[in-house]
């Protein structure tokens, strides 16, 4: 039994777990806008049931257990008020999970969670027009078939070139977490 | 890979399609596939951070700790109602004074209040279902699954209660700070006092020797109606949304109100009202009719006053209920409601041969008049809401005239006793 914690604690507790719980949701297959939801959703049952936590270190395993089975419930809901992308996706996310839950203390592959920072660099070192197209996908929310208009170039071709702008990203954080 | 880039894109911007299933369901089996998904997945999130910063800072965690309701419909107005919520510390927890907006607050994870509920608007937007769920479970997270039950608040009153005293259910109790009011309670001011409402931005000054009656909580938290028995009000009103605006009645008038700054009087026999800012409609209850009122424009009713000696302007109405042309003990002239506002005027004559004490008992929420003749002479004339008067042997005629308002019927009842 661990006793209520007072707002102030927990306002910090969410604060400080909020990005992390989100991610773990989306790498259920949650959609973006269905991410912030059930991460608000499991902080919200994290709170009532404060007391039913054995250990306060593991406060963010167990919370990520408690976003597990909202993303599991949520394949149970009628398809128009599903938040996860699509069923086949999320059931073999939430096996991966599952899985990964059970080997690991920290369930997520949560490297890039801690390589903030480098990430922040890497992005500085991509060239402007790359940096650019990654604005108008976040900043300004543009969908592929209008940033593809911006850039001619097809759909398709847009959408691979942002995978491979991440991959990029991606090796240079592994770069500089491994010099 | 080229097709599984595609997918993975498709994945992290929410955009698959049912032509895309096919290759998803191939795609899954690929562990090379849902590692490089895993980890495009979480730099499309630390991208969405950088770029989009308020998106992971979601405002709506301040509901955590207090129930909070706001207004979807209108953009402008949503913005507006969180920065006033923040303002009125309604969303404390996650928020702290930022450089740039020192009043306003933002959090940690944004660089503007503003912009960031604007984010929460338009994410809002898109997700409109969820909100409920949200705001639900928001509830049951502050302990208040109970609250839900009990009687919603309505209002609260402000930290001086100085000079009040609220009615609730028969009882009167000696106000606290910040108690909270519930519908049906009487709010009676001596002196001047000041009412939130519980939209959390609107502020209702009640004026010393005032009436308010609470009569029900808005929707979400907009939308409240309260009805001015007697005295004086000015209430500063926060937006409200069309289909739900905030009424004020009195006995003679109705004030709907979506946002604005209005003073209002209600007396037995008037009711006035002054728009500050804004906009209202003002409904004439006796009449049924509706005015749109604004900015410097104010407006009163009279009611019905008859004049003594003066004939009455309206066609009188024998009471066929009143046996004998005598009210009895529990002897009604009543009138059903119905869905247009009337004058009624109901008449008798009696011959008393001893002196009585005749009560008049009527619970409308509107004043009767009441008149008496003896003779020629007219002993009486007033607005009653009850009334004792003793009579003595002899003629009388007695004269009921009310302005009775769309829907509610007219049901006076007569009690009397012999005086010895």
Known sequence: ?179 | MSTNLDLIEKVCSGSLESQDDAALRVALRDETFLSELMQQIQLDELCERHFNPNRSANVFCTQLFEKVDFNFNDSSNFVAEVLAKIEASKVPSLVQPTKDHPRLLGDTHSPTGSERVQHAFLRRQMSRRSMAGMAAAALAAFGLTQWALSPRVCARLNADVAGCRIQRQGDWLNPEPFMPLFAQDVIEASQKIIIMDIDGVTQIELAESSQLVVQKPGQNGLGSHYHLNQGRLRAQIAPQPREAPMVYTTRHARVVVLGTIIQLESQKNSTKVLVERGKIRWDNLMTQESTILTVGQSQEIQSLVVASNSPASLPSLQWKLWANGLPQRGDACSMPATPKAKAIKALCEFELDSKVYLNLLHNSPYPIHLSLTSGNQLIKSEWTDQQQVVLSRGKWTLTLEANCPAGLGFNPQFQWTDIP
């Open chain 1, 1 to 179: 039994m661990t006793p209520s914690p007072d707002r102030d604690f927990y306002a910090e507790f969410v604060r400080e777990h909020h990005s992390e719980l989100r991610m773990f949701i989306r790498c259920l297959g949650a959609t973006a806008t269905g991410a912030d939801d059930l991460a608000q959703e499991a902080f919200v049952i994290a709170w009532q049931k404060w007391s039913e936590l054995r250990q306060p270190e593991d406060a963010l395993k167990w919370l990520k257990g408690i976003s597990y089975k909202l993303v599991v419930n949520e394949r149970r809901k009628n398809a128009r008020h599903k938040r996860i992308l699509h069923d086949d996706l999320t059931e073999v996310l939430l096996k991966r999970a599952s899985e990964k839950m059970e080997e690991e203390h920290n369930p997520t592959e949560s490297l890039w969670d801690q390589h903030q920072t480098a990430f922040e660099h890497c992005l500085q070192q991509l060239p402007l027009h790359s940096k650019e197209l990654l604005r108008w996908r976040y900043e300004n929310q543009l969908s592929s078939q209008e940033l593809a208009e911006r850039r001619q170039v097809s759909p398709t071709a847009l959408r691979q070139m942002l995978c491979r702008l991440r991959s990029k990203l991606k090796a240079c954080i592994q770069q500089g977490s491994l010099s």
